[in-house]
């Protein structure tokens, strides 16, 4: 992902719109694509209000390789301009240039958060975006609204040949991935990992070490990757999330996540080290879900 053009935020907007821009433009979570042949992009344009459709809510991003972005909310309901449709992301991640779709990832990321941060926490006042940085503000006690990331790990569980993968209700096919779980209040992530791994699949595992990490934008995850090696313990299918725990190997791999998650990255590493790595043809299924968020999205 170091190869990719990444955005330079920023949250005051040129003070007047002289070039096209990039729009990010969301119906609830779905995005405003264009048809591109077999692919799709967003619209690219010196003002969004050329397309007329009713917009409730606007940021600017910044610019990605020179060119400003922006991302706003359309009201629910409207009919997508002719040859554009709303998708879900995704639905576009492998048809849609990677730089995008990130961009695309931390847009939905700021939507969601100006629509569910309309009213101040504490005393129920409306919120005021902040002028200079991405806050919304409260006008009465002044309290702060940020967007919301929510810490997540996902570990690579190693023993000899075999890695440690998992099967949760809800992944949308029979694939298989990496153990996962949101971080708690109070705990490292090392912590994270220790405990997580423990109730998922009984397992106790030892040097823990930091592989990456990714946005994940469903709704608004930042996955922290590592890797572990088996200590001790049987499996022991833990708490709810899983159908199935088990060990694989290169020879019996079970269906993988995309290639666009770190969870794919993970267990292409794991592959790779041992000289195994599946060609591109191997079958790859759609990104996995989320962890289980805390009632949204
Ligand atoms: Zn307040």
């Known amino acids: ?26 119906q609830e979570n779905k995005l405003l694509v264009q048809a591109e042949s077999s692919r799709v992009t967003v619209p690219y344009r010196i003002d969004f209000a050329e397309l007329r459709l009713p917009v409730l809510r606007q940021h600017y991003l910044g610019r990605l390789d020179n060119r400003h972005c922006y991302t706003v909310e359309l009201a629910e309901g409207i009919t997508a301009p002719a040859g554009m449709t709303f998708e879900g992301l995704r639905q576009v991640y492998d048809r849609m240039d990677e730089d995008l779709f990130w961009v695309a990832g931390r847009a939905v990321q700021i939507i ?14 409306r ?15 002044g309290l702060l609204h940020f967007p919301r990331l929510a810490p ?5 569980v190693e023993r000899g040949h075999e890695m440690l993968l998992a099967r949760a209700h809800r992944f949308p096919t029979a694939m298989y991935s990496t153990l996962a779980g949101f971080v708690e209040p109070g705990e490292t992530l090392e912590e994270a990992v220790l405990r997580e791994v423990k109730e998922e699949s009984g397992i106790t595992v030892k040097d823990i070490r930091y592989f990456g990490s990714q946005s ?10 590592f890797t572990a090696l088996y200590e001790s313990g049987e499996i022991i299918l833990g708490d709810e999330e899983n159908i199935d725990v088990g060990w694989f190997s290169a020879d019996n791999l079970p269906p993988l996540p995309g290639k666009i998650s770190i969870a794919r990255r993970l267990i292409d590493w794991f592959l790779e080290k041992q000289g195994k790595l599946p060609g591109e043809n191997h079958r790859g299924s759609p990104p996995p879900f989320p962890p289980p968020s805390e009632g949204e999205g």
């Open 112 to 125: 969601d958060w100006d629509r569910t941060h309309q009213f101040c926490g504490r005393c129920g006042i």
């Open 152 to 156: 997540a790990i996902i570990v690579l």
């Open 127 to 141: 919120t005021k975006l902040h002028p200079t940085e991405r806050a919304k503000e409260c006008p009465q006690c």
């Open 1 to 26: 992902m170091g190869k990719n053009k990444k955005i330079i935020s920023r949250v005051i907007p040129p003070t007047e719109k002289l070039e096209p821009a990039w729009w990010f433009a969301f």
């Open 216 to 225: 994940w934008p469903f709704p608004h995850s930042l996955m922290i990757g």
